[in-house]
């Protein structure tokens, strides 16, 4: 009995042609409990092997659910340890088609250990060499915690579904009603979980973004990142009937921000991240020049920017990524500062907050920032300031810079004076935006180090990048930890 060919033909369809090269392809378990005797399917329900892909060499797997599920037994679990032991020793990425029912029931805790040694397995390559987890089908339970241990998971809509305990035991447990979609549909999971990085809308097309994904990332952590031809950037947006170059002039007006990410970066290079996830935030890989980057930018038009638990713990884990692969990271700010509530503070954003501070901090590739309108308080410094070690900080002319928005700082500062006379309110605000948050004032102190305009910034971030070249060094630099 051979496997159906559909799971090899998957990945022959991601692989370069030619260039899969299978191995295990006979293995069979050896359990003989609950009539397992009479299902011994070849290859145990997974296709293994390496391969390249655009002409890089990698390390690949597929499960069949159509072979006892997919679901993952002892020699299931041995054949891809070999794979990711072969990734550690050839230094070469992982791709996973995973489609599986999780640990194999009948196996008992064979099964269960054949989890623990693919886990153990992803942790020791995490930060060494990109993993990637392509979600083609319903998988549950350890199927789904592979995935979240490695560095990006796409899903394909429809079809896809993860969760650790299955409808039927939800019911059970706590008596609600739900459906594969509901519980771990690629909906959910692009938008309120934040699992799923990337959504296809086939498995061709899952196949394409796993492609385009390796295209950003080095071979491993001691590689360089693959370079592209280089492409000029789209045109800055213009605002306003006078053409505003760059951000909207009334400063209040929300824009998306993934205008100036493209009016920067080389067209058609950019490809965000947890799109639907904290879209506060917004983090995806791009190219200046050809060369990779990572980009970090606050989106005002989702809750004005602000700095949450899910965007802190999102853009976290997105620095980490970029830095353990030596990535260049790219920072635009427009951010008013952390979301005040008690919803914050009960769930923990000192906490989860402290996250991107640490990861920003940690960061050792080339860093560089560009303040777009406004940097205020705990979120300015957040926000790859100086002070935590960004190799240039930039501001756009016009921008505020600031322990707190003019509204609230003068009711502190000159409480007293607003309750003797509230018509001097508008000359209070205006004194403050003169005196504390002129955009001279942080240049004056080196924590920007120049005002550029708009239409320079793409230049001035080309000279950058290049003018830092030699500290991106491909080296280890540490793991990419789930946030
Ligand atoms: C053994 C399994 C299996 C499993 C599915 N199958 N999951 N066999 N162990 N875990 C078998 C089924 O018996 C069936 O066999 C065939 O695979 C197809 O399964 P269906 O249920 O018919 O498929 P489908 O309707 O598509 O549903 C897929 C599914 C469902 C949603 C994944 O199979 C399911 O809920 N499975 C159990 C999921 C689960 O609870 N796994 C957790 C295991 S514990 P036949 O012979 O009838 O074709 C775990 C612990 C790890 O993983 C801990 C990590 C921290």
Known sequence: ?????????????????????????????????????????????????????????????????????????????????????????????VIGLLDSGGARIQEGVAALDGYGSIFFRNVALSGRVPQLSVVLGACAGGAVYSPALTDIVIMQRGTAHMFVTGPKVVRAVTFEDVTLEELGGSRIHASASGVAHLVADDADHALDLARAVLGYLPTSCWDEAPLAPPVDPEPMPRWGPDGTVGVPADHRMPYDVRGIVRGVVDEGSFLELQEQFAGNIVTGFARVEGRPVGVVANQPQVLAGCLDINASEKGARFVRLCDAFGLPLLVLVDVPGFLPGLGQEAGGIIRKGAKLLYAFAEATVPRMTVVLRKAFGGAYIVMNSKSLGADRVYSWPGAELAVMGAEGAIDVIFRRDLEADPSRRAELLQRYRDEAMAPHLPAERLSVDE?????????VVVETLAGLERALEPRFRHDNLPQ
């Open 451 to 459: 005002v550029v305009a708009p239409d320079e910034t793409r230049d």
């Open 1 to 93: 009995m051979t496997l159906p060919a559909t799971r090899t033909q998957r990945l022959e369809a991601l692989v370069d042609p030619g260039s899969f090269r299978e191995f295990g392809s006979q293995a069979r378990h050896r359990v003989t409990a609950f009539g397992m005797d009479r299902k011994r399917p070849a290859g145990d329900g997974v296709v293994t092997g390496t391969a390249r892909i655009d002409g890089r060499p990698a390390g690949v797997f597929a499960q069949d659910p159509s072979a006892l599920g997919g679901s993952l037994g002892e020699v299931h679990a041995a054949k891809i340890t070999a794979v990711l032991d072969h990734a550690a020793r050839a230094r070469v990425p």
